[in-house]
């Protein structure tokens, strides 16, 4: 059974960085997309990152392109965000999840078969 746990988040000011982690066990990724997902109270969990497990292609959301960086250490199934010059705005629980399948539709919450449970990320202005 495939389980992701993350950890790295905590409360920081705003300007500053964080780096989050997200332990994979449980299968071999190879063909798996990862991603990071984000959501803030009242609002609806959306994308943020992701990246192919195999060849290592990564996709942004446009809130958080040129701040955000997602990365992979296969060899550890580690997936990372690292998030730099954070915002209040990026305030959210994250949240890492595993797609079984290659899809056009990273993007998309519905597409991922596995989740973790969540790491609060607080941004002070």
């Known amino acids: 059974q495939v389980q992701l746990v993350e950890s790295g988040g905590g409360l920081v000011q705003a300007g500053g960085s964080l780096r989050l982690s997200c332990v994979a066990s449980?299968?071999?990724?190879?063909?798996?997309?990862m991603g990071w997902f984000r959501q803030a109270p009242g609002k609806e969990r959306e994308f943020a990152a992701a990246?192919?497990?195999?060849?290592?292609?990564?996709y942004y959301a446009d809130s958080v392109k040129g701040r955000f960086t997602i990365s992979r250490d296969v060899a550890r199934n580690v997936m990372y965000l690292q998030m730099n010059t954070l915002k209040p705005e990026d305030t959210a629980v994250y949240y890492c999840?595993?797609?079984?399948?290659?899809?056009?539709?990273?993007?998309?919450?519905?597409?991922?078969?596995?989740w973790g449970q969540g790491t609060q990320v607080t941004v002070s202005s």
């Open positions: 449980g299968g071999s990724f190879s063909g798996y997309t």
């Open positions: 990246i192919r497990w195999s060849g290592g292609n990564t």
């Open positions: 999840a595993a797609d079984r399948d290659y899809r056009t539709t990273y993007y998309s919450s519905y597409e991922y078969d596995y």
